[in-house]
T-cell receptor
Framework: AQSVTQLDSQVPVFEEAPVELRCNYS??????LFWYVQYPNQGLQLLLK??????LVKGINGFEAEFNKSQTSFHLRKPSVHISDTAEYFC??????????????FGAGTILRVKS | GAVVSQHPSRVICKSGTSVKIECRSL??????MFWYRQFPKQSLMLMAT?????????EQGVEKDKFLINHASLTLSTLTVTSAHPEDSSFYIC????????????FGQGTRLTVV
């Protein structure tokens, strides 16, 4: 089974400042890792994913994340945030399918509040 | 990315009635669909996993007789909330995945259910 911990429930930041949203996971098998964004009363939009290969993953809207296997982390970063980035962000992990399972397990979410 | 359409986006129903929510994959075959429930200011809770043509697998604590899931085709899954009560009011989100391609799951826009 997998689990995800998002260490910060809310992250306030000023516009154009950098931001890091933290995510740690635990799993007994190899996993896929994801970051999703959710705007109020909407579904989830995939920001980026790590399946294999390069540990630095670039996604949409200028976000990137780095997979660190030794620290079991997948922190999300953006060098300069905009007001429009205000939303809730979910880190998620899944098994690699087959006998490893394919269910997405979500963290509790981090609300990013960008202030002007 | 692939598109998942969820309908309706909002529904209000009276206590004791049943409500059906549809989840359609528009441009891919959804061999697996997932149904989530999200309470205010909380993360997504997986309710059940359904594979096309098979009975859904429900997570622990989810009443299968109350939340009926049908996945009769590769592009459509439905969730029916039977004999709805106010405590069933929530945000329900579906996601769909093609296991043959082993890609990530794609999410619908969500359905806000209010039971009065």
């Amino acid at each position: 089974a997998q689990s995800v911990t998002q260490l910060d429930s809310q992250v306030p930041v000023f516009e154009e400042a950098p931001v890091e949203l933290r995510c740690n996971y635990s799993s007994s098998v190899s996993v896929y890792l994801f970051w999703y964004v959710q705007y109020p009363n909407q579904g989830l939009q995939l920001l980026l994913k790590y399946l294999s290969g390069s540990t630095l993953v670039k996604g949409i809207n200028g976000f990137e994340a780095e997979f660190n296997k030794s620290q079991t982390s997948f922190h999300l970063r953006k060098p300069s945030v905009h007001i429009s980035d205000t939303a809730e962000y979910f880190c998620a992990v899944s098994g690699r399918g087959g006998k490893y399972g394919n269910k997405l397990v979500f963290g509790a979410g981090t609300i990013l509040r960008v202030k002007s | 990315g692939a598109v998942v359409s969820q309908h309706p986006s909002r529904v209000i129903c009276k206590s004791g009635t049943s409500v059906k929510i549809e989840c359609r994959s528009l441009d891919f075959q959804a061999t697996t669909m997932f149904w989530y429930r999200q309470f205010p200011k909380q993360s997504l809770m997986l309710m059940a996993t359904s594979n096309e043509g098979s009975k859904a697998t429900y997570e622990q604590g989810v009443e299968k007789d109350k939340f009926l899931i049908n996945h009769a085709s590769l592009t459509l899954s439905t969730l029916t909330v039977t004999s709805a009560h106010p405590e069933d009011s929530s945000f329900y989100i579906c996601s769909a995945r093609d296991e043959n391609l082993n890609t990530e799951a794609f999410f619908g826009q969500g359905t806000r259910l209010t039971v009065v």
